[in-house]
């Protein structure tokens, strides 16, 4: 090709002299030009093979290097590249007259604002779309601005939040085509700070004053994003708005497209094909628009078979097929019962990596407590330490299921696990999730060799782990043989407190004895327990209830856990009180809300959280409402108090604190023989300086407390 190109410039320069010589001034620019525009015709057939294809656009590479600055895209239908080349060959013509006219550069400079000016024009009428996202987690968010990346180099794009949006006399009179990315949250709720603009467009279909084809201008494209959980909910916002905007008569571009939320691959590759469909319908409207601009025809909207039809039909009827709106869209959520996935995505493996978790197998995952690297330097340990005598630096934090049935909004998680209310997964088997737990903890705690500050004796004694917190994100008692594995745990000397938010009664009820069993009680009244937990399950409530008769009847170590959250749920003493009356649980630890940072689907603030004094008092109301219980130990670091049942005190002194070696001989009994213990069988005595009201306020005084030192310090 460049052989090609250099002989012939060569060729033409001797033309170009040749006719310089042969013929008179008059006629010499003419013989020049017809020259010129023989070279730059062979030019452009030749560089016409150099067309490439991206992105469904057709760029034009022209070949020789002083008109480098032609080079421009243009975005067109394969059936448009005629008119692109006679666009091209225009432009090539008219620079060949300033060339012989003016001189090469002069004429170079004249035509880029040429091209400048005639992009301006054509960005004038550019297609407009806006993309509006109404987002919870930030998913909604996350597409709206990946659509706005592979949209903006060929169309006029903005996205906007919907709950900056007012669509009162505005979403009538919009002329861009308007993408709406919309999530659903808990109970087919939309996002919070979007209720506005979905209240007013339901508001508009509902009004009789208001005209029914009030959006006939309005062309428009919904991608919802769900959980299949949710059961009947799933999607409910996304259809919802489609189907108010269909009935106020605006044009739906594309099918209604929903899909599940709680797998991020799967929603960016159905997100990718949704987009190219868009893509399509823009680009055959943008090629449209802009032939109008040199025929000066009116651009007539383009139709395909997936265009909604119901401006064919009256009023009347038009409304009742919107009813069956779910006739109309696609999803990816397939009923394929002989395909078994795993729960963990590669996307969730990459954000669970991220956070510091050691995944194990395809659902379970270990993570380092703060806890463990405090007491590993001698800083002290956790609240469990103080109430129960565990060692937390010989403390493992695990799961065998990262899925929840809860999204609870204190969640540190900041709800990347899944969620479900049964076990739909791959299920791996206990004893290899047990010692790739145990390796993968210890993997951790060897990181910390010859850290400053690690006590020797303690980093040895991290090796050999004496318990287990079965707490550390989701569900534990949802996997399937969460028996044998506490059963395996028991049986290496791994004391097991689990921990449960009380949504699945009949599973508590076949556990066998762990050494203590916690049911997560958020709240104590309906309407605050949806607010906060936010339960997939639509009769939580009573699966509630039933877990706390349940508990009431177990014989090992029972354990409330309330965590108080500021504004939420600290206005429920009495009802609370009612809850461990029907319950009686041995122990209630109350516990102030942890602020985690900020997280797009969590409302908590620094706000929300209680100071120790603050949960102290409710405490102590708390004990005031109870019979049979008071305030036993507290752990201020950590903003915890306990309150025993009073079985425990004996003789004037608390026995809170666990005999982990007497436990594991009862329940290897219990194994073998079926004869069953209490909680009294394994209590030890609660150390003076763990007791509320001592002035270590429960530090241990062997460890050394150690305070972060201020900025300004």
Not at 102 to 115: D, E, N, Q, R
Not at 307 to 333: C, K, L, M, Q, R
């Amino acid at each position: 090709m460049m052989a090609y190109l250099t002989t012939h410039i060569w060729h033409s320069k001797l033309q170009y002299k040749f006719g310089q010589l042969r013929v008179g001034s008059g006629l010499y620019i003419s013989f020049a030009y017809m020259q010129f525009m023989l070279f730059v015709k062979n030019l452009l057939m030749k560089s016409m093979v150099l067309i490439t294809v991206r992105s469904q656009n057709l760029y034009l590479k022209n070949v020789f290097q002083p008109f480098t600055v032609l080079n421009f895209k243009v975005t067109i239908n394969t059936m448009k590249t005629r008119r692109l080349a006679t666009l091209n060959w225009t432009i090539l013509r008219t620079c060949g007259r300033l060339i012989t006219t003016f001189g090469i550069s002069t004429a170079l400079i004249v035509m880029l604002l040429y091209i400048l000016m005639k992009k301006k024009e054509k960005d004038k009428h550019r297609e407009e779309v806006k993309i509006f996202f109404a987002s919870q987690s930030g998913n909604a968010q996350k597409l709206a601005y990946s659509l706005h990346s592979r949209l903006k180099s060929t169309f006029s794009t903005a996205v906007l939040d919907l709950q900056h949006y007012n669509p009162e006399g505005n979403l009538e009179n919009e002329q861009a085509v308007c993408i709406f990315i919309v999530s659903t949250y808990v109970d087919g709720q939309c996002p919070e700070k979007c209720r506005w603009f979905f209240k007013w467009l339901e508001e508009c279909v509902s009004d009789f004053r208001v005209e029914k084809s009030v959006l006939s201008n309005l062309r428009f494209a919904v991608f919802g994003l769900g959980d299949k959980a949710y059961g009947s909910t799933f999607n409910k916002v996304a259809i919802k708005l489609s189907k108010h905007l269909l009935l106020l008569k605006a044009n739906n571009i594309l099918p209604l497209y929903l899909t599940e939320e709680d797998n991020f691959d799967h929603i960016q590759s159905d997100f990718l094909k949704w987009s190219l469909q868009l893509i399509k319908y823009l680009e055959v409207r943008e090629v449209s628009k802009f032939s109008s601009l040199h025929d000066n025809k009116r651009v007539s909207v383009w139709h395909d078979e997936n265009e909604n039809s119901s401006d064919a039909e009256d009023a009347e009827n038009s409304a009742n097929n919107v009813g069956d709106i779910e006739d109309i869209y696609f999803t990816n959520v397939t009923n394929d019962s002989n395909k078994i996935k795993e729960m963990l995505t590669p996307t969730l493996r990459k954000s669970l990596t991220k956070q510091g978790y050691h995944l194990v197998g395809t659902h379970s995952g270990v993570k380092i407590c703060r806890w463990t690297k405090s007491m590993l330097r001698g800083r002290g340990g956790c609240y469990k330490h103080t109430f129960y005598g565990i060692n937390s630096h010989q403390c493992m934090e695990m799961t065998p299921s990262l899925a929840c049935a809860n999204k609870c909004v204190f969640c540190w998680r900041h709800h990347s696990n899944p969620v479900g209310t049964e076990w739909k997964w791959k299920t791996d088997p206990a004893e290899k999730i047990l010692s790739d737990s145990l390796e993968g903890h210890k993997k951790m705690v060897r990181q910390f060799r010859g850290v400053p500050g690690v006590k020797d004796a303690r980093f040895e004694e991290s090796s050999t782990v004496r318990h287990c917190a079965l707490s550390l994100v989701g569900e534990p008692i949802m996997y399937p043989h969460i028996n044998e594995l506490i059963s395996k745990m028991h049986s290496l000397n791994i004391s097991t407190f689990l921990v449960t938010n009380a949504q699945f009664p009949s599973a508590i009820e076949n556990l066998i004895p762990v050494t203590q069993l916690y049911l997560s009680v958020d709240a104590a009244s309906k309407e605050s327990l949806k607010e906060i937990d936010r339960p997939l399950f639509r009769d939580f409530w009573q699966r509630l209830m039933n877990s706390i008769d349940i508990l009431r009847e177990k014989k090992q170590r029972t354990v409330y856990r309330l965590t108080l959250v500021n504004r939420y749920n600290m206005n429920e003493v009495s009802q609370y009180a009612a809850l461990i009356n029907r319950g009686q649980p041995d122990f209630v630890e109350v516990k102030g809300v942890t602020y985690c940072g900020d997280s797009k689907d969590s409302k908590i603030t620094m706000a929300n959280v209680p100071w120790h004094a603050d949960v102290v008092d409710f405490v102590q109301q708390l004990v005031f409402q109870l019979d049979d219980y008071e305030i036993a130990a507290e752990h201020e670091h950590s903003n915890c108090v306990l309150i025993a049942k009073l079985n425990f005190k004996i003789n004037g002194q608390w026995y809170t604190w666990i005999d982990y070696e007497k436990f594991f001989s009862l329940a290897e009994r219990f194994k073998k023989d079926g004869i069953s213990f209490t909680s009294y069988d394994y209590m030890a005595k609660t150390p003076d300086w763990a007791l509320f009201g001592a002035s270590q306020r429960g530090f241990d005084p062997e460890d050394q407390r150690w305070y972060r030192k201020s900025k300004g310090s």
